[in-house]
């Protein structure tokens, strides 16, 4: 399966993901997102400075206001 990159305040939405079959990578530092196929970012601090730099050529899928089953079928959706 992937390597999903997942912010580590979103622990249901990593469960999920083990669940199927995903591997995960804690996203603690931008260097962490480089060999992820996507990344799963809880939206809090996103562009906290008006700054729009990624450090990942795949999709970023904001899971601000979506249930871990909804996130989950994002990131399916994203890969296939």
């Known amino acids: 399966m992937a390597r999903i990159g997942v912010e580590g305040t979103l622990t249901d939405v990593k ?12 996203l603690r530092t931008e260097n962490d997102a480089a060999n992820c196929d996507c990344c799963v970012i809880s939206g809090q601090d996103k562009d906290v400075m008006g700054m729009q730099s990624t450090s990942i050529e795949g999709p970023v899928i904001n899971a601000q206001g979506q249930s871990a089953e909804d996130v989950c079928q994002m990131v399916n959706a994203k890969l296939s």
Request: aromatic share 0%.
């Open 15 to 26: 469960t999920a993901l083990m669940e199927m079959g995903h591997e995960i990578i804690d």
